[in-house]
């Protein structure tokens, strides 16, 4: 029988440093002072400490895109400063050695986060724009304005993890907004032109409202993500939002005639 009969020799780093702890005679409470060390657990094969499974590795970009997902989550919820690593790789299923491999920092997480939400919002705001049926300039306004402010309060492109990267760590974050602005209104620019190619109409919104009712557009959206709404309780407010953004096209419009 081991001399150190309530350490379960499994091989780990930590239980073979309590080992040596012990095997010198080192007291328990500079054990933790000294080393951060514990003493492990029994793990008899009947108890629910055998059962629990070791955290998993990183295998391919599929399982590092459901860590940034999960850490998306998180920092949503609490932000970059009161989210721990802990929490982090518990809600991920893996280490936190694991998650400092792979990601360096939790700033480094947060950042990488921040940058995916931001794409993920803008292959969505592209998917409603390319299957929609525009009617004419001013109803194409509309229809862009509401799934701008709608993109920024849906799913996985929920703004809130933006907004609290905007208020946490700025300097890095009002880039990635001045270019989110630069590539929607790029977007709204380029469905005028696909969709209105010979329209002088066209030319008219997208040099004298399109800039400013994208800013304004991400800024409501924005705002709304911070209230905590989601795509089913903003439908409405978006909706309205929009259809003042086209009575602003049409008003611009008709001084333009």
Request: aromatic share 8%; net charge neutral; proline share 4%.
């Amino acid at each position: 029988m081991s001399q150190f009969p309530y350490v379960d020799f499994r091989g780990d780093v930590e239980d073979v440093l309590w080992r040596v702890a012990c095997s010198i005679r080192y007291p328990e409470g500079r054990m933790r002072r000294d080393f951060g060390l514990t003493q492990p657990e029994v793990r008899r094969e009947d108890s629910p400490v055998a059962r629990i499974e070791r955290p998993k590795r990183l295998a391919g970009p599929d399982r590092r895109s459901q860590v940034l997902r999960h850490a998306a989550t998180q920092f949503a919820i609490r932000g970059l400063r009161g989210t721990t690593t802990l929490m982090l790789a518990r809600a991920a299923g893996i280490s936190e050695r694991i998650l400092y491999a792979h990601f360096g920092s939790k700033e480094c997480l947060f950042r990488e986060a921040v940058k995916d939400n931001i794409e993920t919002r803008l292959q969505a705001l592209e998917a409603r724009t390319v299957s929609a049926i525009y009617e004419n300039e001013t109803a194409a306004i509309q229809r862009i304005a509401e799934a701008t402010v709608t993109v920024c309060v849906a799913g996985a492109g929920n703004s809130t993890l933006t907004n609290w990267a905007l208020l946490e760590d700025p300097e890095y974050a009002a880039d990635l907004y001045r270019d989110e602005m630069g590539s929607v209104e790029m977007l709204w620019i380029r469905e005028f032109a696909e969709r209105f190619p010979d329209s002088r109409s066209r030319r008219i919104l997208s040099v004298h409202l399109v800039p400013y009712a994208v800013n304004a557009c991400l800024a409501y959206g924005f705002w709304l993500a911070t209230l905590r709404h989601d795509a089913e309780s903003a439908a409405g407010l978006a909706q309205r939002f929009a259809a003042g953004i086209a009575q602003a096209a049409s008003a611009l419009l008709s001084e333009q005639s």
